[in-house]
Nanobody, 124 residues
Framework: QVQLVESGGGLVQAGGSLRLSCAAS????????MGWFRQAPWKERDFVAA????????LYTDSVKGRFTISRDNAKNTVYLQMNSLKPEDTAVYFC?????????????????WGQGTQVTVSS
């Protein structure tokens, strides 16, 4: 089992940047494919990005391509989400998640472990 804790959220103006971190404990992070999801008020939890165990492959939802970058440091048991050119529609609670899937996946049901989330608010 793995425990996940997100950090790095906050309030930022449109066009600004934030870097989210997800620290894992309990098991080594390289056992899992890692993903980031987000949930805006009154909406479903949506896929943002995912990264393979060795960091060689990644997936992004179309709305963040070219603006967000997912990365991982297995030695530090940490996954990151660098968010640039932020827009008000990026406002949400961001969650990291871990899955034993073979390849990066986009569905929430495929992920086995979740963090508590960190709030990102982008003002216009």
């Amino acid at each position: 089992q793995v425990q996940l804790v997100e950090s790095g959220g906050g309030l930022v103006q449109a066009g600004g940047s934030l870097r989210l971190s997800c620290a894992a404990s309990g098991r080594t992070l390289n056992s899992y494919i890692m993903g980031w999801f987000r949930q805006a008020p009154w909406k479903e939890r949506d896929f943002v990005a995912a990264i393979s165990r060795n960091g060689g492959n990644s997936l992004y939802t179309d709305s963040v391509k070219g603006r967000f970058t997912i990365s991982r440091d297995n030695a530090k048991n940490t996954v990151y989400l660098q968010m640039n050119s932020l827009k008000p529609e990026d406002t949400a609670v961001y969650f990291c998640a871990a899955t034993r899937a073979i390849v990066p996946v986009t569905t929430t049901a495929a992920y086995d472990y979740w963090g508590q989330g960190t709030q990102v608010t982008v003002s216009s």
